[in-house]
């Protein structure tokens, strides 16, 4: 059973930093492509990063570009998201996203449950 485990969600002020981790289990994690998407209130969820099997690339949503990185360390199964210089419009859950197909942008099957991440202005 695929189990993705979403953590380090907090509150933060404006232009402050915060790390996201995903801890995969049940799954040969190596093979997906992992990526992080986020919910705010009352709106659809959205792509906010991907980094491929190796991790030599990845892709970003235009608003985090140069504040936000996707790593992976496939030794331990683990997914990060380090954000820095948060705005409040970066308000959201974050969720952990595992995607065998491996196409940019676009959600595989597997979710965590979410992080929240609460910016304050």
């Known amino acids: 059973q695929v189990q993705l485990v979403e953590s380090g969600g907090g509150l933060v002020q404006t232009g402050g930093s915060l790390r996201l981790s995903c801890a995969a289990s049940?799954?040969?994690?190596?093979?997906?492509?992992m990526g992080w998407f986020r919910q705010a209130t009352g709106k659809e969820r959205e792509f906010v990063a991907k980094i491929n099997r190796s991790g030599r690339s990845s892709w970003y949503l235009d608003a985090v570009k140069g504040r936000f990185t996707i790593s992976r360390d496939n030794a331990k199964n683990m997914v990060y998201l380090q954000m820095n210089g948060l705005k409040p419009k970066d308000t959201a859950v974050y969720y952990c996203?595992?995607?065998?197909?491996?196409?940019?942008?676009?959600?595989?099957?597997?979710w965590g449950q979410g992080t929240q991440v609460t910016v304050s202005s």
């Open positions: 049940g799954l040969t994690f190596s093979w997906y492509a």
């Open positions: 996203n595992a995607d065998l197909d491996g196409t940019a942008y676009v959600p595989g099957d597997y």
